[in-house]
């Protein structure tokens, strides 16, 4: 089974930076379009940022040139390069994997981790 293991969350002051990874196993990593997406309490999981197999890359509109998603195809690594962040930027942000095969989509989600910028 795939899975996703994020790291870096934490807590930050505002106009502070973090650095998402995720790592990818038992898959092959290279063939997925990888995604982050984010939750706060009481809303709506939306995307963050997303990056294809190709290296397409897609940015919600909060982000405003603050992020940078990347992705290490050798090291079965995503990442998000979060600068500026903002109060409103506090969620728990997931990582996820989707591939189409034979008219089937395939989604993976990690667990999560917790990203909290203080005022």
């Known amino acids: 089974q795939v899975q996703l293991v994020e790291s870096g969350g934490g807590l930050v002051q505002s106009g502070g930076s973090l650095r998402l990874s995720c790592v990818g196993s038992?898959?092959?990593?290279?063939?997925?379009?990888m995604g982050w997406f984010r939750q706060a309490p009481g809303k709506q999981r939306d995307l963050v940022a997303s990056i294809t197999s190709g290296g397409v890359l897609k940015y919600a509109d909060f982000v405003e040139g603050r992020f940078t998603i990347s992705r290490d195809d050798i090291k079965n690594t995503m990442y998000l390069q979060m600068n500026n962040l903002k109060p409103e930027d506090t969620a728990t942000y997931y990582c996820?994997?989707?591939?189409?095969?034979?008219?089937?989509?395939?989604?993976?989600w990690g667990q999560g981790t917790q990203v909290i910028v203080s005022s």
């Open positions: 038992r898959m092959a990593f290279e063939v997925y379009n």
């Open positions: 996820h994997a989707q591939r189409n095969m034979f008219g089937t989509t395939f989604d993976y």
